[in-house]
Nanobody, 124 residues
């Protein structure tokens, strides 16, 4: 069983930056591919970014490409999402997820474990 706890959300002005963290408890964090998803007000949950086991591969949704960076530190059992040039449309509850697989996935149904989320609000 893996437990995921997100942190780092908050209120920021448009153009600002935040770094989200997702700390995992439980064994063998390094075998998991990790992802970030978000759910904005009145919207469905959507894929944001993912990173493979060992961090060799990353993928992003088009709207955050070039602004967000996903990374992982297996020694700390933590995955990060660095968010720069934030826009009001990035406002959402951000979730971390883990899947017991090597490769990345954009499909939320392929993830086995989820955190509770951290709120990001971007003011215009």
């Amino acid at each position: 069983q893996v437990q995921l706890v997100e942190s780092g959300g908050g209120l920021v002005q448009a153009g600002g930056s935040l770094r989200l963290s997702c700390a995992a408890s439980g064994p063998n964090f390094s075998v998991f591919a990790m992802g970030w998803f978000r759910q904005g007000p009145g919207k469905e949950r959507e894929f944001v970014a993912a990173i493979s086991r060992r961090g060799a591969e990353t993928t992003y949704t088009d709207s955050v490409q070039g602004r967000f960076t996903i990374s992982r530190d297996d020694a700390k059992n933590t995955v990060y999402l660095q968010m720069n040039s934030l826009k009001p449309e990035d406002t959402a509850l951000y979730y971390c997820a883990a899947r017991n697989a090597y490769y990345v996935s954009r499909n939320s149904g392929e993830y086995d474990y989820w955190g509770q989320g951290t709120q990001v609000t971007v003011a215009s």
